[in-house]
């Protein structure tokens, strides 16, 4: 008999000191700061379908924080999207398509034709110059 209101006092006290730790795991790919010389635009990609001539060039494996310091040194690069998740497909895949995976970068010039790519990509296009924070040396 006295198992049974053990039993509860013990479910009870291990609740109590129960706390979520998701917080003290680091982020892989930190998001680019509301300060940055980006904009991010949440849950998008180069419309598979559209205009792919003005692409610049491709890094594959690399960090968000390397895909934006690639894109800041390069003036012709405008925009780019950041893969989030294990594969992205764009285009037909009965015609001609193109796969991503996590952590591939795509840089382009000109103005981006967004698609929507859910939870597997983000855009980033770049601020103009006047909006970027200045850094002292």
Do not use: C
């Not at 979520?20 to 998001?31: F, G, R, V, Y």
């Amino acid at each position: 008999m006295k198992l049974k209101y053990i039993l509860p006092l013990v479910l009870f006290s291990m609740q109590a000191s129960a706390a979520d730790l998701t917080a003290n795991i680091k982020e892989i790919n930190p998001p680019i700061k509301n300060n940055s010389a980006f904009e991010k635009i949440p849950h998008v990609a180069q419309y598979g379908l559209g205009d792919w001539s003005e692409v610049i060039g491709m890094a594959k494996g690399i960090s968000l924080d390397d895909a934006s310091k690639i894109a800041a040194s390069d003036n012709k690069i405008t925009f780019f999207f950041y893969t989030n998740a294990s594969q992205l497909v764009l285009g037909d895949v009965n015609k001609d398509y193109r796969v991503f995976h996590h952590g591939d970068a795509v840089f382009f010039s000109g103005k981006p034709w967004w698609g929507d790519a859910g939870e597997l990509a983000d855009g980033y296009i770049k601020k103009p110059a006047a909006a970027q924070p200045s850094v002292s040396p």
